[in-house]
T-cell receptor, first 116, second 109 residues
Framework: DVKVTQSSRYLVKRTGEKVFLECVQD?????MFWYRQDPGLGLRLIYF???????EKGDIPEGYSVSREKKERFSLILESASTNQTSMYLC???????????????FGEGSRLTVL | KNEVEQSPQNLTAQEGEFITINCSYS?????LHWLQQHPGGGIVSLFM?????KKHGRLIATINIQEKHSSLHITASHPRDSAVYIC???????????WGAGTKLIIKP
């Protein structure tokens, strides 16, 4: 079975702290995504990566950065957490070529971050 | 106008009923995805389709590319089908999915 594993299901951090959210997939997928999900707003794309060391901004990249040093791992970094970053963070991966999204999506279980 | 529209937004039905959720889109696509999210749970891909019809168990998904419309059907619905069902499309030559707002389905025993 394809597996997308997110490092933490629940985190509580303080304003100004640096936060790392890690995501690992085991299907050799090219594409990896970080979304946040908020009530009434649905899924919003933060960053996308279609290859190692490649990244593209999504709809709401402000306050976030990402790292993809290995194909299977995609990390989301909040350099200085703020209360408005309290949310559910979802990682996903899919097969794709040349920056396209041609494959079925596989999601992790999500990381619920609370920033106090 | 949203590029992906789902209807209905909310649906409550009795166990055993036949359920239909609709998704209309306005862009050219390479694929359409149906996904499911249970309360407090992660998101699971149900179908990815670019033409015709697919069936998994009691779930059936159809797509009409000319009409830019897809439907998700659930036969013999069960309370465990209660979830949010989300439609998303993969636009041509673009990695960014466009997401529908989701349909919240409640199946009462």
């Amino acid at each position: 079975d394809v597996k997308v594993t997110q490092s933490s299901r629940y985190l509580v951090k303080r304003t100004g702290e640096k936060v790392f959210l890690e995501c690992v997939q085991d299907m050799d997928h090219e594409n990896m995504f970080w979304y946040r999900q908020d009530p009434g707003l649905g899924l919003r794309l933060i960053y996308f990566s279609y290859d190692v060391k490649m990244k593209e901004k999504g709809d709401i990249p402000e306050g976030y950065s990402v790292s993809r040093e290995k194909k299977e791992r995609f990390s989301l970094i909040l350099e200085s957490a703020s209360t408005n970053q309290t949310s559910m963070y979802l990682c996903a991966s899919s097969f794709g070529t040349s920056g396209t999204n041609t494959g079925e999506l596989f999601f992790g279980e999500g990381s619920r971050l609370t920033v106090l | 106008k949203n590029e992906v529209e789902q209807s209905p937004q909310n649906l409550t039905a009795q166990e055993g009923e036949f359920i239909t959720i609709n998704c209309s889109y306005s862009v050219g696509i390479s694929a359409l995805h149906w996904l499911q999210q249970h309360p407090g749970g992660g998101i699971v891909s149900l179908f990815m389709l670019s033409s015709g019809k697919k069936k998994h168990g009691r779930l059936i998904a159809t797509i009409n590319i000319q009409e830019k419309h897809s439907s998700l059907h659930i036969t013999a619905s069960h309370p465990r089908d209660s979830a949010v069902y989300i439609c998303a499309v993969s636009p041509d030559s673009n990695y960014q999915l466009i997401w529908g707002a989701g349909t919240k389905l409640i199946i009462k025993p």
